[in-house]
């Protein structure tokens, strides 16, 4: 009797080990399926399709033969990251993401589709080759615009890229990373941004208080140089100035959870999506290590990184009078979906802030010749070895073009000086775009 018991508690065994290995299975299978079917055949079926941009310019296309990209080199190169190739060697193009939903593979039957599928997505190529020539070739960065209103990207931009058909050329080191999504950057000034909407919510004087700049600002044993010396500021000014010695005084008087929730509440520190595509997330310090390195982390130095699709967002949010229309790389009829990322007073008074920098300290008739209806923020982000990466990133007031953007070169110094007129150019070209 016992030997019967135990063969028969052998056999349950086994029958629960095959329905859990069936349910492993179709798990996997429904998930992953697609991926398994496409391993050894690039094009089942003879099926084929075609990659445009929001103008139909061709992208890519592939059959069951052969695979192609743009016939213009310049349009290969600087779109590169938002196509990727047919090799997944970069991990956010769109021909590794969208594959099977190009493929119209069917868990059930296949991929049977014989009509070649066409997926448009949101970019502008003309857009992205203005933003790879304004950052320069020789050069490290990324570039992003978006419609704000839509969430419509339209230009994603990543330097040193990569000819996807001159396969024996040599690439650049790092060239497959997308750092537009997938690197994060000291941020330098352009964190004053998140610093100012902690301190609006939860400094209740902030509006009546001003700020002292003698040229640098003490606080306990550490010195925190400014680039000038500003005198008496009030918030405004002080983000005008992009006054380190006030932007000191602010984060303290908000305080290390103020600016932490603040981080983390507008998605600096998570792995934000865009279209099935994900960025890696920011960081800030999340051990309080006293008034001095809060202070550094308020000006956007101390370990804050802020990875650029991130601070994107967060532009787009503020212009938009606090909610984030998400934003979206496929073209679609769908309705614009949006999130409240900021509270309304906050981004408009954020908003207000940043079109009193570009109106009073940018030097529109200079850098910005054309675009009088802006807001926008620079960075220059000390690395510590006598290199700067240069941010600019801010929107148009301009509902007939309402553009957020966000630019960073890598140890290009003064974001004024490097990221502002390769700002202007991709905004010319966005304009120019839209005829």
Same mark, same amino acid.
């Given at each position: 009797?016992?030997?019967?018991?135990?063969?028969?508690?052998?056999?349950?065994?086994?029958?629960?080990?095959?329905?859990? =290995?069936?349910? %492993? $299975?179709?798990?996997?299978?429904?998930?992953?399926?697609?991926?398994?079917?496409?391993?050894?055949?690039?094009?089942?079926?003879? +099926?084929?399709?075609?990659?445009?941009?929001?103008?139909? %310019?061709?992208?890519?296309?592939?059959?069951?033969?052969?695979?192609?990209?743009?016939?213009?080199?310049?349009?290969? !190169?600087?779109?590169?990251?938002?196509?990727?190739?047919?090799?997944?060697?970069?991990?956010?193009?769109?021909?590794?993401?969208?594959?099977?939903?190009?493929?119209?593979?069917?868990?059930?039957?296949?991929? &049977?589709?014989?009509?070649?599928?066409?997926?448009?997505?949101?970019?502008?190529?003309?857009?992205?080759?203005?933003?790879?020539?304004?950052?320069?070739?020789?050069?490290?960065?990324?570039?992003?615009?978006?419609?704000?209103?839509?969430?419509?990207?339209?230009?994603?931009?990543?330097?040193?890229? %990569?000819?996807?058909?001159?396969?024996?050329?040599?690439?650049?080191?790092?060239?497959?990373?997308?750092? /537009?999504?997938?690197?994060?950057?000291?941020?330098?000034? !352009?964190?004053?941004?998140?610093? +100012?909407?902690?301190?609006?919510?939860?400094?209740?004087?902030?509006?009546?208080?001003?700020?002292? /700049?003698?040229?640098?600002?003490?606080?306990?044993?550490?010195?925190?140089?400014?680039?000038?010396?500003?005198?008496?500021?009030?918030?405004?000014?002080?983000?005008?100035?992009?006054?380190?010695?006030?932007?000191?005084?602010?984060?303290?008087?908000?305080?290390?959870?103020?600016?932490?929730? *603040?981080?983390?509440?507008?998605?600096?520190?998570?792995?934000?999506?865009?279209?099935?595509?994900?960025?890696?997330?920011?960081?800030?310090? &999340?051990?309080?290590?006293?008034?001095?390195?809060?202070?550094?982390?308020?000006?956007?130095?101390?370990?804050?990184?802020?990875?650029?699709? +991130?601070?994107?967002?967060?532009?787009?949010?503020?212009?938009?009078?606090?909610?984030?229309?998400?934003?979206?790389?496929?073209?679609?009829?769908?309705?614009?979906?949006?999130?409240?990322?900021?509270?309304?007073?906050?981004?408009?008074?954020?908003?207000?802030?940043?079109?009193?920098?570009?109106?009073?300290?940018?030097?529109?008739?200079?850098?910005?010749?054309?675009?009088?209806?802006?807001?926008?923020?620079?960075?220059?982000?000390?690395?510590?070895?006598?290199?700067? *990466?240069?941010?600019?990133?801010? $929107?148009?007031?301009?509902?007939?073009?309402?553009?957020?953007?966000? %630019?960073?070169?890598?140890?290009? =110094?003064?974001?004024? !000086?490097?990221?502002?007129?390769? +700002?202007?150019?991709?905004?010319?070209?966005?304009?120019?775009?839209?005829?």
């Amino acid at each position: 009797m016992k030997r019967i018991t135990r063969r028969a508690f052998s056999v349950l065994l086994l029958a629960l080990a095959l329905i859990f =290995g069936m349910t %492993v $299975f179709a798990l996997r299978y429904a998930d992953e399926g697609g991926d398994w079917a496409m391993y050894f055949a690039s094009a089942n079926s003879g +099926a084929g399709g075609e990659l445009r941009d929001r103008k139909g %310019v061709l992208l890519a296309s592939f059959d069951a033969t052969r695979f192609a990209f743009s016939p213009d080199a310049e349009t290969r !190169v600087a779109c590169y990251h938002v196509t990727g190739d047919y090799w997944d060697r970069s991990g956010t193009g769109a021909l590794s993401a969208y594959w099977d939903r190009m493929q119209e593979y069917s868990l059930l039957e296949g991929t &049977t589709k014989k009509e070649p599928k066409s997926l448009t997505l949101t970019i502008d190529a003309s857009i992205c080759r203005a933003a790879w020539n304004a950052i320069g070739y020789d050069r490290r960065g990324a570039a992003m615009l978006m419609n704000y209103k839509t969430g419509e990207v339209l230009a994603m931009v990543s330097l040193p890229s %990569v000819d996807p058909i001159n396969g024996d050329a040599p690439v650049a080191d790092t060239a497959f990373i997308n750092r /537009c999504l997938s690197a994060s950057f000291p941020p330098g000034s !352009v964190f004053k941004l998140v610093t +100012a909407a902690a301190a609006i919510e939860d400094v209740p004087d902030l509006f009546d208080r001003t700020f002292l /700049c003698e040229g640098e600002y003490t606080i306990g044993t550490v010195d925190i140089h400014c680039t000038g010396v500003h005198g008496e500021q009030s918030v405004e000014e002080a983000l005008a100035n992009s006054c380190n010695s006030a932007f000191a005084q602010i984060a303290v008087a908000a305080g290390y959870n103020s600016l932490y929730n *603040h981080v983390k509440a507008y998605g600096f520190l998570d792995r934000l999506e865009l279209d099935g595509l994900y960025s890696v997330a920011g960081q800030y310090r &999340t051990e309080y290590a006293g008034d001095p390195e809060l202070a550094w982390s308020g000006i956007g130095q101390s370990t804050d990184l802020v990875c650029p699709y +991130a601070m994107l967002r967060y532009v787009a949010a503020i212009a938009n009078g606090g909610l984030l229309a998400e934003p979206r790389l496929i073209l679609t009829d769908e309705p614009v979906t949006e999130t409240r990322l900021i509270k309304a007073s906050t981004a408009a008074k954020l908003r207000e802030m940043m079109i009193y920098n570009f109106q009073t300290r940018y030097m529109p008739d200079i850098y910005f010749p054309g675009l009088y209806y802006a807001g926008a923020k620079t960075g220059t982000a000390e690395l510590g070895d006598g290199s700067s *990466h240069a941010w600019f990133t801010g $929107f148009l007031d301009d509902p007939a073009h309402p553009y957020a953007f966000v %630019v960073v070169i890598e140890r290009a =110094g003064s974001g004024l !000086v490097a990221a502002a007129p390769a +700002a202007n150019r991709i905004l010319h070209a966005a304009i120019a775009a839209e005829g």
